[in-house]
């Protein structure tokens, strides 16, 4: 089973408005981190979640972390077709003295016109 | 944006033959990292290193194999290229703070088609 399960696989928006990608995790998370992929281009760092109840926001894109439900909330407001892309959460396995993300498969994100 | 280079960006080769691709960083990060993207399946981690000379194994390991004997360079070798390992790899690095955070940065990819 998958560590990471993100949902929806893939959203069509049309622009302007508001969505919600969901990262639900079947094991302790430690720390929750956002990235954005444009397509054929590497990962881009949004932001990183620590503590249960925890919100960052940069620009119009707000991630919350509920640490009781191991699950992280993405929520972009007012879309644009900027946003369009694939959005990954990645979670820290911190396990021992080493440090490693596991990555769920992705939501990809069309905002229209 | 985090110094990170892959190359080559774009490889094409033959079922059987050996393919190293290689990650080169400026951030003097301890850590780097090589996953490999596929549809269906995610970003999976192939290996990762966590110092100069020590890797280890990540979840999708078998059929290949690193070398770290410099910080800034990472090599992944395919031994004997197959058609199962033609994917989008991707390179990253972190340093990470004890305790605080594992933010990790990413090379631009590596497109591999095994034929």
């Known amino acids: 089973s998958q560590e990471l399960e993100q949902s929806p696989q893939s959203l069509i928006v049309q622009e302007g408005k508001n969505l919600t990608i969901n990262c639900t995790s079947s094991?302790?998370?430690?720390?929750l981190y956002w990235y954005k992929q444009k397509y054929g281009e590497g990962l881009i760092f949004l932001m990183m979640l620590q503590k249960g109840g925890e919100e960052k926001s940069h620009e119009k894109i707000t991630a919350k972390l509920d640490e009781k439900k191991q699950q992280s909330s993405l929520h972009i407001t007012a879309s644009q077709p900027s946003h369009a892309g694939i959005y990954l959460c990645?979670?820290?396995?911190?396990?021992?003295?080493?440090?490693?993300?596991?990555f769920g498969k992705g939501t990809l994100l069309t905002v229209n016109p | 944006d985090a110094g990170i280079t892959q190359s080559p960006r774009h490889k094409v080769t033959e079922t059987g033959t050996p393919v190293t691709l290689r990650c080169h960083q400026t951030?003097?990060?301890?850590?780097m990292y090589w996953y490999r993207q596929d549809p269906g399946h995610g970003l999976r981690l192939i290996h990762y290193s966590y110092g100069v000379k020590d890797t280890d194994k990540g979840e999708v390991s078998d059929g290949y194999s690193v070398s770290r004997s410099k910080t800034e360079d990472f090599l992944l070798t395919l031994e004997s290229a197959t058609s199962s390992q033609t994917s989008v790899y991707f390179c990253?690095?972190?340093?990470?703070?004890?305790?605080?955070?594992?933010?990790?940065?990413f090379g631009p990819g590596t497109r591999l088609t095994v034929l």
């Open positions: 990645g979670a820290d396995r911190r396990g021992g003295s080493n440090y490693k993300l596991t």
């Open positions: 990253a690095i972190s340093e990470p703070k004890l305790g605080v955070y594992n933010e990790q940065f």
């Open positions: 094991k302790t998370l430690y720390g």
């Open positions: 951030e003097n990060h301890r850590y």
